[in-house]
């Protein structure tokens, strides 16, 4: 008897679950499950980022969550493959309120991961294709308003006259995609930021600094970079897209424009946000706020004793933005990590004789090889095959994240035997090198902590050359008149010190404008609880706090790099746009609002 085609099985375990579903049967539909399985889903059965872990957790949630989604309309999309006995298909379907698709992979006939994510609210769908707006109203009318002149007095009124539904604190690569998202789903939103233009939270860092991740990674919703962009974008080259996006996506973006105090009417459901638009004080009242200052907060300065005594030039690396009035002098950079490298370089083409100070053993990857062998679905030769940057996007979010570290070691056995003579190199030079308390790498250290990771762009050649100096293994002491005195006795002298030491969780931004007691209801953010040092547990399987409801209501926070700006964003804008709608999304688990 000839076995099953892969899609076969698919289909026959779909048919299953879709029945079982449709009958309210929730033992028969976690039965299809296999043991160590996982749900991973993006609002459709949970209205929140979650991902479920063993059969009795989703037997759990769906007894809470079966009765209101009615899920229906399972259907495959496109073949099943099969890779070493794991068989993965594709699939949508449908529930109450939206449309879905997903990633099923099974494993003798049962389901070890599954992944559910929502595409569209129905009722509410963005109008793109064949449903994008007309654009024109073809009839003679003495009170036509042209499109420039409807944009003026939007402008005009929003924050005036009419309130925003959503104030985005932050108009990064974050807000801006974020913006651009609630914009195409009809939900009157605000960006602020602090710049005097959009995109100089890339012109203002220094000169050298280029992006670390390649262009297929990178690309904005609703318009990819063109197809001669290069791979690593420069910062001002950037800064410029980023500009030009959101006058293109028409986003309602106040310049040079600061968050002075944000308070909460429980009664009323809604904000009282005071700003700062060019020395005017502005109250705002929107439903939402959500904080897109980055993945992170505000930066970290660490207590340097004797600080008052250093004759010299002492900065944070958010302060720093040329070495150019260093050439010629003596700087030290406290840390090791990407900051501290793009620092160095930057330092030492000035002319500058650098020190690098390293605190804590540093994962480094070259540039050329994680191309080769990390980013292998966001690639030209990707896109020959067809797994566009949305495709590679859904394949990356199917997997849990705790099964990312088991991938990520076998990539890592990789890296380091392809680059050995690169890392002996290194570690000769006195650079401590790791690859994570568990050797899972560069990402999963992203994920847990956001620090101690570099991708290779021509430091580690100038730390192994002799060019940038490096003192590792030995803690500072304190800071002298002349520089750095070391615990082993040792000095280093230096004209100026440049902390490269990272930043806080985005809750202390709550705790500046909002109130402490909010932002300690609210819980930092980042990280996955994975109980590696500087990732605090409890375990949560996602990332903490981030694209989802928080402990404080109508409080969001989004941001992460490009990738993963580009991603959530359409899921923050989705649950916003619900509520706005007034569309019942229960949210099925507590907040995660763990403590540090």
């Not at 005036?160 to 913006?179: A, K, S």
């Not at 990674?217 to 791979?231: A, E, K, R």
Request: include cysteine; glycine fraction near 10%; hydrophobic fraction near 40%.
């Amino acid at each position: 008897m000839l076995e099953m085609s892969p899609s076969k099985q698919a289909a026959a375990w779909l048919g299953s679950f879709s029945h079982a579903l449709e009958s309210g049967d929730v033992p028969a539909a976690s039965n299809l499950f296999v043991d160590d399985c996982y749900w991973r889903d993006l609002l459709t059965f949970t209205w929140t980022v979650t991902t479920v872990e063993g059969r009795e957790a989703i037997a759990d949630m769906l007894k809470s969550t079966l009765a209101t989604t009615k899920p229906a309309a399972w259907q495959l999309t496109g073949e099943a493959t099969s890779d070493e006995g794991t068989i993965e298909a594709w699939f949508t379907f449908e529930t109450a309120a939206a449309t879905g698709q997903g990633i099923m992979r099974l494993r003798d006939g049962r389901c070890r991961t599954l992944f559910t994510a929502m595409t569209d609210l129905k009722g509410f769908e963005e109008r793109r294709g064949a449903a994008r707006p007309l654009g024109v109203r073809h009839k003679a009318d003495p009170e036509r308003e042209t499109w420039s002149e409807a944009r003026a007095r939007e402008a005009r009124e929003l924050g005036v006259t009419e309130q925003p539904y959503c104030l985005v604190i932050g108009g990064g690569q974050g807000g801006i995609m974020l913006g651009a998202r609630l914009r195409q789903l009809g939900v009157p939103t605000i960006v602020i930021e602090k710049n005097a233009r959009p995109g100089d939270s890339w012109r203002n860092r220094y000169r050298t600094l280029v992006l670390h991740d390649p262009v297929w990674y990178d690309h904005l919703p609703y318009i990819p970079f063109p197809d001669n962009w290069p791979v690593f974008t420069p910062k001002d080259k950037m800064g410029d897209w980023l500009e030009m996006y959101t006058r293109v996506m028409e986003l309602n973006y106040w310049v040079a424009t600061r968050c002075l105090s944000a308070s909460y009417d429980e009664a009323e459901k809604e904000w009282t946000v005071v700003v700062d638009r060019v020395g005017q004080r502005i109250t705002l009242k929107p439903k939402h706020i959500v904080f897109a200052t980055g993945a992170y907060g505000p930066p970290r300065k660490i207590d340097l004793p004797g600080s008052d005594q250093f004759k010299g030039e002492l900065l944070h690396s958010s302060q720093y933005a040329s070495g150019e009035k260093f050439r010629g002098k003596k700087v030290a950079v406290i840390g090791a990590a990407s900051s501290g490298h793009d620092v160095c370089v930057d330092l030492w083409e000035s002319g500058a004789d650098v020190t690098m100070i390293q605190r804590s053993p540093t994962t480094v990857v070259k540039s050329d090889t994680l191309m080769q062998v990390g980013f292998e679905i966001f690639s030209e030769e990707a896109l020959a095959r067809g797994i566009t940057t949305e495709k590679a996007d859904m394949i990356v979010a199917a997997t849990p994240f705790a099964l990312v570290p088991k991938g990520q070691r076998a990539l890592y056995d990789v890296i380091r035997a392809r680059d050995a003579e690169f890392y002996e190199r290194l570690a000769a030079s006195g650079f401590a090198l790791d690859f994570g308390d568990d050797e899972t790498g560069l990402l999963m250290k992203a994920y847990r902590t956001g620090s101690g990771y570099y991708i290779d762009v021509g430091a580690s050649d100038l730390i192994i050359d002799g060019k940038v100096g490096i003192r590792s293994g030995v803690a500072i002491n304190s800071l002298t008149a002349k520089g750095i005195l070391f615990e082993d006795g040792s000095e280093l002298e230096a004209d100026a010190i440049v902390a490269c030491t990272g930043y806080q969780s985005m809750n202390e931004n709550v705790a500046a404008l909002v109130s402490r007691e909010v932002a300690d209801k609210v819980g930092p953010c980042w990280g996955l609880g994975s109980g590696v040092r500087g990732d605090p547990g409890p375990w949560q399987g996602e990332l903490r706090n981030m694209w989802k409801p928080t402990a404080q209501e109508a409080l969001w926070f989004h941001g992460g790099n490009l990738a993963l700006s580009r991603f959530y964003s359409k899921y923050v804008a989705l649950q916003i746009k619900a509520r706005m709608e007034g569309i019942e999304t229960p949210v099925y688990g507590a907040p995660s609002n763990a403590r540090r």
